[in-house]
């Protein structure tokens, strides 16, 4: 009589591999293998070692990045405020505040600063864009205006060299080591707490977030001051690397993240993303851009490929939700012929208020590997997987 | 001209959601300079009718006509087209246009070079007001006007496209006494103007006051027209539920323990006042009343979603923080909210995810969630309440919404809550599952659970119900135990203000 369900309607390998972040991830290790078989010096410790440097920033930001946007907000500020605690850092450090503590402060004013727009994001009630829009021209103008034309150099070599030194002649800069940590905990916070179950369910409908006792604002205010706190990190690590503090260090960062973020999987709208595709999108820009560079292809031309690539990564994933959805509907319609599945066909497909949605259905936090979308050759079993409309096993 | 034919006939129109019978044999006839009352409980078919009448939904068969012409709206621009104006209780203006634009919207009048002709737009907004004999500023914006304004300028959208029909869907369900009577008295000059009406209301008095027809349905069917000279309140309510519905509740009796939820002087200035009463357990408390008397925000209240004023919950006998949802989840209240959409599920996520959505801070060791354990969890409930699916990791979203109803009930009581308050426990869920609701309430009762259940349908109100309590715009106006619930009485408490008050 009582029936027994299965925990999951694909097999391991399907859920596992069949993931638009791991489209990411397999377009990741192509690109990185092309590159190094067909581009001279790539497959080198060197071009490891520099497109880490280059890129450890915004691998830091783009984590906390990845779980404010996952609640449906953004903050569009974190460049600004790296330039902030840049420049903060330098006058502090010029006046004769031991580093540590100087490091402290700008880390705190970094808190300070994301707790100001998730309290005017949920307090007041704004949208997320207006606010940080906002405050990404005030935490600029202040960190110009703390430091005017001067520039702060000569701090310590002691530190300056943490951001330069290798892991025992690997290549990998030891700074990656702070990226490895707070990537766990990134990782474990959205994947492996009922706080990070929370941020989905907040990204795909707040309503109903808050009727299941899910402190929405809290949640909301804890990641802004999250992405203030690693803002105000990546500041103090451009410093280091750059030996000098001036305000305009980290001007378009912002967008940087965000590009990288959203091509690892993550809507804009929210709900959607897995913090491993993040990790991967920023990567692949990353090397996408060190490969061309070696090539000798400009600066403009390569900003031009990582446009297309993310259009074309959004377009593809809004197109085959497009096609999921119309299939969904039209099964629910034929199959269960039910008033809500009527309603759904003429009223709205379900979810319709997100048909412009990046990322493929569902969010499956823990276990990624349930949302489908990815690249046109998996096109047919995406779609053959999407919209079941589950009739119980007859056994 | 001489011997006007009927401004609108809908006969035998049907419509169907799949299987389900929305409307069997819609039945309405509106004559020029009349205003026709349709009334009917809940889902007795009103609003699908007046959905075909403006195009929003197709009829699956029957007789439509407008003034003889056999017609079949597929939009809505096609019946404004042909002169039917529907007014809804929630108008639906663009808030940051003006009130001439308004009016205007979609068909402004142009003049040489395509250039909209502003001051003409303006003077015959004037006009038209004028004539409504209202005065609202035609340049101020939409936004801020009252709901009764609003309703005017829907009014003067219909007057301005010379509409033949107006239908108006419960239009006063949100108005003021005053604010009635000026719609009232335009409804009366369109009606002299030869224009016929049809007006859907819960409220008798305002439809023996305004009205000279009236047509009653019943579970989608039609049921009777008549004068309403002929006709009077207790008539027409016996004519609306008039049937039996004590077999359809599998309602056992449970022994009622002590008191469980109690609720004291509860306040929400313009939503509801004075909200005074207790839940024991094994007993369940049905919350009775007309659509917008108040009764979700009461419950939205008591579990924290919305703030209150004055007042207090105690849950046994401990006052429970307000405005918190995690405090009453924790204090052992669950709520199952009427909008399932909306609030009861997040539809993208999965089942598993969606019934472990409130217990899910219980699953964790350290803080540690694993999907091994949220599955195991939500498979004991889903199986538990039998949802038809094929893996916990199908999506709610594609789910009937019967078997929604199921997942969002599954996961308040994964919580095993002792209060449980359901609002619509089974609107717009098919007969079968219905009743199984049903059984599932009676044996929640059973096991020692207070339940408060808020209901629009009669018959689940008086066929499950200890004990029925009464909202009419935001009062308890009546208190009934299960012997003295009848529908009759009922239906009075929720649509007149109280005896001792008139």
Redesign the interface.
Known sequence: MSQVYPDYGRPLWRRLLLTREMAIVALLIIVTLASCAGVDYFADKMTLYNLLRDMMATLMIALPMCLVMITGDIDVSVGSMVGLTCSLLGLLYSKGVPFGLAMVIVLLVGAAGGFMNGWLVTRIGLPSLAVTIGTMALFRGIAVGLLGTTSVTQFPKAWTDLTKLEIAGTGVPITTLLFLALLAGFAYLLHFTSFGRGIYAIGLNKEAAAFSGVDTARTRIILFVLAGTVSGLGGVYWTLLRGTARGDIGDGLELQVIAAVVLGGVSVFGGVGAIYGVVAGVLLIGVLAAALRLMGVTAEVINIITGGLLIGSVVLAAALKWIRERRATALATAASGSTEAVDQATASAPGTDRTTDFGGQPPQPGDPSLSPGTASPLAEELLSSAGEPSPPNGD | MNTPGPTLLLRDVSKH????A?LRDGRLTLEPGSIHALVGENGAGKSTLIKIVAGV?QRDAGVFELEGRPVGFKTTAESKAAGIAVIYQEPTLFPDLSVTENVFMGRQPVGRLGRIDRAGMRSQVIELLDRLGVSIDPDRPAQGLSIADQQIIEIAKAISLDAKAVLMDEPTAALSGVEVDRLFAVARGLRDEGRALAFISHRFDEVFALCDTITVMRDGSYISTQPIAGTSAPEIVRLMVGRDVKELFPKVEAPIGQTRLKVEGLNSPGVFADIDFEVKAGEIVALAGLVGAGRSEVARAI?G?DPYTTGQVLVDGRPLTPGS??A??KAGIA?V?EDRR?????????I??NV???I??K??RG??????R??AAA?VW???L??????????A??????N?QKVVLA?WLASQPKILIIDEPTR?I?VGTKSEVHRRMSELAGQGIAILMISSELPEVLGMADRVLVMREGRLTAEFPRAQATPDAVMFAATHAKQEAA
């Open positions: 959601f799949g299987a389900v929305a939904i579990f979603v949802p995690k009453a989840i709520l909210p909306q609030q009861g599920l997040v539809m993208e996520e999965t598993a995810t472990t959505d409130v899910r801070p699953l964790t803080s540690l969630i694993t999907r091994r949220e599955n498979g889903a199986e538990a039998e949802v038809k699916c094929a893996a916990l990791d199908a999506v979203g594609t789910l009937s919404g019967g929604q996961k717009g098919d």
